[in-house]
Structures are given as C-alpha cells and as structure tokens.
C-alpha cells in the first residue's frame, strides 16, 4: 500500500483529496494544525468507508516541527505522495496590506512547501516512484485584485514544482500543479452570488471538491506515469 500526505487536510479541497486517495488504495496521512477535530473526522469517514488514514498535527511553517514528524516515518519507507494543499487568504489591496499578511500567506504555501517537501525526497529518490502534487489557483496564472499575496505565494508553487520536476523525472518522480478556479467551499461561500459566477464562469457555477479531488488522484496513479512539470486547471473555463 503506498502511503499519501495531504497537507491543509481538515479544509473541504483537503477532505475531498483525502478520500479519493484513500479510495484508491493509498494509506493517507492527514496533517491539520489549526482544526484537528475536523481532520480527525475525515480519517473517522475514511475508515468507516474501509480505508486506512492517521493524523498529523503539526505547523507547516515550522521546519523543526515538520522535520520532527516526517523524518521518522520515512526511515525505513517512503510517502510516495505528497498533496501540498495548506494555503489561507488574507486579502487586502497591497496598498494597504500589512507585512504580516504577506508573510504568512507566503509562508504557509511557499516556505510549507519547501518543509514538507525536502525532508521527504531522499527516500523517495531511493524507491524511484513518487508523485508531488501542489494545489495552486487560478489567482497564480491570472492574478486578483486584492490577492497579491495569495497570487505570489500560489505563483511561487508553480515555478518551484516545474524546477523540482525536472530535477526528478529521471528518478520516476512526477511533479505537477493543479490550478483550481472558484470551488464549492467554506473559503468560497458568501463571495461570489449566481450572478457573478456566471459571470466569471463559463460554466456558470462553482467547481465541486469531487473536481479537483479526482485530478489528484489520477495524478497520483500509475495512469499519469508521463505527465510531469505540467500546470492543470480545473476552472469551469474561467482561463
């Protein structure tokens, strides 16, 4: 059983990822750390659906705390997957955006991706299969007013992810970035009326959890053994 890290799993895109990786066969690893109780529920819905699951409580900021985590579950077998989904908003026009809601958008998504990531890849190198996959936005390709932070930080994962593709492919390590556009979420709820969707939206309506999740999970298989350093929307054809 190959086991998969979802990090930023207690949020709606999370659970949705979780399950649908746990549905494929894989041991997945829940990491929260604001909202544990809700990750705890997600591994409960896992389990009860006969899939395997466990919980991690840690910061992703933090690189001690990180390490101190991961570092002992590789050291005899890799997490072949690795889902880089934790990200917040804390939107301002820059103008009046304080420093420290550009900091910690960008450390959250950006510095959690280098924390996550490195202490993972050697033992990934030495069983020569991984998949790293990181949840990006539209805001990354486009930008949005009010979100330079959150467009940085998710830009940032795009070119991070296409510079670590090419410095694994040989090794059969895939990396690629999922760009989802307005998804069905508690992030999204109250922001954007039927009205406005339609407007941004040529679909005409929010993306579902279910949308994004079922990409990852295809990326995360055997099926997409040739698809590396790519950036995919899932956005309703907003770009």
């Known amino acids: 059983m190959k086991r998969a890290l979802v990090t930023g799993g207690s949020g709606t895109l999370g659970h949705a990822m979780a399950m649908a990786l746990a549905e494929s066969g894989h041991h997945v690893y829940v990491q929260a750390h604001h909202n544990p109780a809700k990750a705890a529920s997600i591994i409960a819905n896992i389990k009860d659906k006969g899939g395997s699951a466990s919980l991690l409580i840690f910061d992703v900021t933090d690189e001690k705390s990180s390490r101190e985590v991961l570092e002992p579950l590789v050291e005899s077998t890799a997490i072949q997957v690795v889902v880089h989904n934790a990200g917040i908003h804390l939107d301002a ?16 998504s950006l510095h959690g991706f280098y924390n996550i990531t490195q202490p993972l890849l050697m033992p990934m190198i030495r069983s020569r299969w991984g998949r790293i996959i990181s949840i990006a936005s539209v805001a990354a390709l486009t930008g949005n007013r ?6 940085a930080a998710k830009a940032g994962l795009v070119g991070a992810s296409k510079s670590l593709a090419l410095e694994l492919a040989s090794r059969n390590i895939l990396v690629n970035v999922v760009a989802p ?19 941004l939206v040529p679909m005409q309506r929010a993306g579902h959890p279910e949308d994004v999740a079922h990409l990852v999970a295809f990326l995360a298989s055997d099926k997409a053994a040739y ?5 995919i929307s899932v956005n309703g054809g907003m770009i």
């Not at 026009?93 to 959250?108: A, C, E, H, K, Y």
């Not at 009010?146 to 467009?151: D, L, S, T």
């Open 93 to 108: 026009p820059l103008v009046g955006m304080t420093r420290d809601q550009w900091d910690r958008v960008i450390d959250v």
């Open 146 to 151: 009010g979100q330079a932070n959150y467009a």
């Open 181 to 199: 556009g307005i998804i069905e979420s508690a992030m999204a709820e109250g922001h954007f009326t039927a009205e406005r969707l339609k407007a």
């Open 227 to 231: 698809i590396t350093g790519q950036v």
